[in-house]
């Protein structure tokens, strides 16, 4: 007879969803299937799961669920519903990104909460980023590197699990080693299975055999310094290197309009093409076929790369930014392209790599050696059943109350301060109700004509305030209705 | 676990015209069987957080009206007798399972009937007005099921004699008089028993609803005999708890195109499911297997490219 088997929970987003944490998923459940009985709470209930694995209406996941659970959450709006349910069943979550402001704003968090979160995390900062975000509706690409909103995150689970010590420390740094003693690293795994043939990929693609290609992969955004690769490119090729440069994957145009930069540059234009979004056996022929893939980041929040992964497994050679995560690679299993002078020394490297391709072949070889050693999916897999196993006794805080609390009062002098009303809603979230009383409505009067803007001076940042009325009775005053936000 | 829903056909003839609030969730055996009746819980403070989540989705009926307990708004006015939150005529028709809950005592004040599970001789007289009692007794010879019927004392009579003339048409119809063994009297003024009980298996009548009748989690609301999913691609039903059987679930749909075709979901998990056509409609159907102590949720998930605008015709359960 064969021993019962403990069923594990999975929320994620699953394929066909354009998202590369759906593929991971679907992957990684393949791994996590030798360990348990597997079902994936996903919001697209025809999502693709292995064979054997279901999907289960989220709504419905807490009905025969056991104590084990994964969450598996990136930065962007296809996670909204795997936050939601990690507020109702807690597990291990996996963060993808440590940053989570984008995922937040898309759920259409309050602005109260953001900025509760913004000011948990780096209350020094928030105090001037949470006023302009409040005052001016000013959300910066500086406040989603400042502000990771993960402590929701890191208090409603058992365990976090991340993808590199980097992102790991950059945590602790925030939250302090307290909130983040749970987080364990889990490096990316590479796919099971071979990828294409060199040969084979080219072919299938059109390509000729002996040409030097250069890649990029996933959605085109500002960070993967797209405008950095361009002009090294038209230094490479103006010095004669014989390449040629294909972007597999789509262009967001409102993030970054890689089309028009590259069409600005006719030298490498000439030699560029952008497919649009690749399903995964036509992302891996490009990865298979390719001499060298480029994987810059700037500034990087520690997020992780898929296509690096599908690299390391094709033996294809990699070039990464020297910063965060990918500062983190074996020097001699990648290129390591520094965050200085980085233009001149990315077109040296492309005119060295595209004269003698060997050399790219030789550095991919030590990446796929060391893709086999470190990020196999078997052993991706139990080192995700020792944080799940380990974690079941680890109990999570508890969900923030949402209900209108009684009415907080506090008397409303002329000296009335800020860190008074600051003490008074300490350590509250959610809804709440404050009276400033004063001894008539005369003294309302005055109070108000003395100091203009009373309430924007005195409200803390995470408070919004909701509505104002004046009470003449049984306390005369201004009773606030106020969202403290939720934690975040 | 048959006696609910043969009770509620019985009853439904008996009382056609009573408003029903069936509190036994997150079960909910009765209102299955009463297309119109609005489903609600008790204690709506014991349900987890998830399971108060997901029943705060539905809606019913034109007017939208929530699931009762789980809605403060719609709760209190309920409770202050609004008619517009009640959904219908008074005085409405409670089910309950065991005790009536403090919570409804303004309702039986002002006179509302109670349909209690259980041995209620133990149980505390309901507040209010002095009521008649039925007594009703269902399921099988081998494992009968008690359940008491609270109602004006000078309607006991005509509700009683109703019940009785049901009884047997629905025998008929139901494996024939020679299955069932159905018997009923009146003990005095104030007190009757009616039996309805299958000799052998237990024989249920198929269950069939219009899309309308059904609670839903759509944004919108139906406005005729169907529910119209518009540009939705998933849907939520809250079917009740039905008794444990091995059964098929069918829904009747109009609109679909049958190359991107939905697939079908009991408490969450997909079904292995057919789709065949009936006429210009088509019905979506796959076997289940059925609890009696849970709400069944029904799921249907249209495909991204399937075309907007179908329409759930209805539902089923049976053979």
Same mark, same amino acid.
């Given at each position: 007879m064969t021993p019962a088997r403990n069923g594990l929970t999975v929320w994620t987003p699953l394929p066909p969803e354009r998202n590369g944490i759906a593929d991971y998923s679907a992957i990684l459940l393949g791994g996590l299937a030798a360990h348990y009985d597997c079902r994936v709470a996903c919001d697209d209930w025809l999502g693709l799961t292995p064979a054997g694995i279901a999907v289960v209406d989220p709504a419905l996941a807490h009905r025969g669920a056991g104590p084990r659970v994964l969450h598996q959450i990136g930065n962007n709006p296809g996670h909204g519903f795997v936050l939601h349910g990690l507020r109702g069943m807690p597990g291990v979550t996996t963060l993808h990104d440590p940053g989570l402001l984008y995922l937040h704003e898309t759920m259409g968090a309050a602005g109260a909460t953001i900025r509760a979160g913004m000011a948990a995390a780096l209350p020094g900062l928030a105090a001037v980023y949470g006023r302009q975000h409040r005052e001016h509706g000013i959300q910066t690409r500086a406040n989603h590197l400042l502000f990771d909103l993960a402590g929701e995150v890191l208090a409603r689970s058992r365990a976090v699990v991340v993808h590199s010590a980097y992102a790991r420390n950059r945590l602790r740094l925030v939250h302090g080693p307290a909130a983040t003693a749970h987080v364990a690293v889990i490096p990316h795994f590479v796919p099971p299975g071979a990828l294409p043939d060199r040969a084979a990929a080219r072919a299938r693609l059109g390509l000729p055999q002996d040409g030097f290609l250069v890649l990029t992969a996933g959605f085109a955004t500002a960070v993967k310094r797209f405008d950095w690769l361009i002009e090294a490119l038209a230094l490479a090729i103006g010095q004669g290197a014989a390449l040629r440069w294909i972007h597999a994957g789509a262009e967001r145009p409102e993030e970054y309009a890689l089309g028009a930069a590259i069409a600005a540059r006719p030298a490498v234009a000439a030699r560029a093409h952008v497919t649009g979004y690749l399903d995964e056996a036509a992302l891996d022929d490009h990865i298979a076929a390719a001499d060298l893939l480029v994987n810059l980041r700037f500034p990087s929040g520690g997020e992780s790369s898929g296509s690096l992964a599908r690299a390391f497994a094709a033996g294809t050679c990699c070039m990464v930014s020297d910063t965060a995560a990918y500062a983190e690679l074996p020097r001699d299993a990648v290129l390591h392209l520094p965050l200085t002078g980085s233009v001149g020394l990315l077109a040296e490297a492309l005119c060295a790599m595209a004269a003698e391709p060997a050399r790219a072949a030789a550095i991919g070889a030590l990446g796929r050696r060391h893709a086999e050693a470190e990020m196999a999916l078997p052993a991706v897999a139990a080192r995700y059943r020792d944080v799940i196993e380990e974690s079941l006794g680890r109990p999570v805080a508890p969900d923030a109350p949402r209900e209108?609390?009684?009415?907080?009062?506090?008397?409303?002098?002329?000296?009335?301060?800020?860190?008074?009303?600051?003490?008074?809603?300490?350590?509250?979230?959610?809804?709440?109700?404050?009276?400033?009383?004063?001894?008539?409505? *005369? *003294?309302?009067?005055?109070?108000?004509?003395?100091?203009?803007?009373?309430?924007?001076?005195?409200?803390?940042?995470? *408070?919004?305030?909701?509505?104002?009325?004046?009470? *003449?009775?049984?306390?005369?005053?201004?009773?606030?209705?106020?969202?403290?936000?939720?934690?975040? | 676990m048959s006696a609910a829903a043969i009770l509620a056909s019985l009853l439904r003839?008996?009382?056609?015209?009573?408003?029903?609030?069936?509190?036994?969730?997150?079960?909910?055996?009765?209102?299955?069987?009463?297309?119109?009746?609005?489903?609600? =819980?008790?204690?709506?403070?014991?349900?987890?957080?998830? #399971?108060?989540?997901?029943?705060?989705?539905?809606? &019913?009926?034109?007017?939208?009206?929530?699931?009762?307990?789980?809605?403060?708004?719609?709760?209190? $006015?309920?409770? $202050?007798? $609004?008619?517009?939150?009640?959904?219908?005529?008074? %005085?409405?028709?409670?089910?309950? #399972?065991g005790a009536a809950p403090a919570a409804l005592t303004p309702l039986l004040d002002a006179g509302a009937m109670l349909l209690q599970h259980g041995l209620t001789e133990a149980m505390a007289p309901p507040?209010?007005?002095?009521?008649?009692? =039925?007594?009703?007794?269902?399921? /099988?010879?081998?494992?009968?099921?008690?359940?008491?019927?609270?109602?004006?004392?000078?309607?006991?009579?005509?509700?009683?004699?109703?019940?009785?003339?049901?009884?047997?048409?629905?025998?008929? $119809?139901?494996?024939?008089?020679?299955?069932?063994?159905?018997?009923?009297?009146?003990?005095? #003024?104030? @007190?009757? /028993? =009616?039996?309805?009980?299958?000799?052998?298996?237990?024989?249920?009548?198929? &269950?069939?609803? %219009?899309?309308?009748?059904?609670?839903?989690? &759509?944004?919108?609301?139906?406005?005729? %005999?169907?529910?119209?999913?518009?540009?939705?691609?998933?849907?939520?039903?809250?079917?009740?708890? @039905?008794?444990?059987?091995?059964?098929?679930?069918?829904?009747?749909?109009?609109?679909?195109?049958?190359? &991107?075709?939905p697939g079908l979901f009991l408490d969450g998990l997909r079904l292995d499911a057919q789709l065949r056509p009936e006429g210009r409609d088509w019905l979506l159907e796959a076997p289940v297997g059925l609890r009696p102590d849970r709400a069944a949720v029904v799921g249907l998930a249209l495909p991204e490219r399937a075309p907007p605008g179908a329409l759930l015709l209805g539902l089923e359960v049976g053979p």
């Open positions: 209108v609390v009684s009415t907080l009062v506090l008397e409303a002098g002329p000296r009335l301060l800020a860190r008074d009303l600051e003490a008074v809603l300490a350590g509250r979230r959610g809804p709440c109700r404050l009276l400033l009383a004063v001894p008539d409505l *005369a *003294a309302l009067a005055d109070l108000t004509l003395d100091r203009p803007g009373l309430l924007g001076d005195l409200l803390p940042l995470a *408070a919004r305030l909701v509505s104002v009325r004046v009470e *003449a009775a049984p306390r005369p005053g201004l009773l606030l209705d106020l969202d403290l936000g939720g934690a975040a | 003839e008996a009382l056609p015209e009573a408003t029903v609030l069936d509190f036994g969730l997150p079960a909910g055996r009765v209102f299955p069987w009463w297309p119109g009746a609005r489903c609600g =819980i008790a204690d709506p403070a014991a349900l987890p957080p998830a #399971e108060a989540a997901l029943l705060r989705r539905f809606r &019913l009926g034109p007017a939208g009206l929530p699931v009762c307990g789980l809605d403060a708004a719609a709760d209190a $006015a309920l409770l $202050a007798g $609004a008619p517009a939150a009640l959904g219908g005529v008074w %005085p409405p028709l409670l089910v309950v #399972e507040p209010g007005p002095p009521r008649g009692r =039925i007594m009703l007794l269902g399921g /099988s010879v081998s494992r009968i099921e008690r359940w008491d019927l609270l109602l004006p004392a000078a309607q006991l009579g005509p509700v009683f004699g109703r019940m009785q003339a049901a009884a047997q048409p629905l025998a008929a $119809a139901l494996g024939g008089a020679a299955q069932w063994q159905i018997g009923g009297r009146t003990v005095m #003024e104030q @007190l009757a /028993s =009616i039996g309805m009980l299958a000799l052998g298996t237990e024989q249920l009548p198929p &269950l069939r609803l %219009p899309g309308a009748a059904l609670a839903h989690d &759509l944004p919108h609301l139906a406005a005729g %005999p169907e529910l119209p999913l518009g540009t939705a691609r998933r849907l939520r039903l809250l079917l009740g708890a @039905l008794p444990a059987r091995p059964a098929w679930l069918r829904l009747r749909l109009r609109g679909i195109d049958p190359d &991107l075709g």
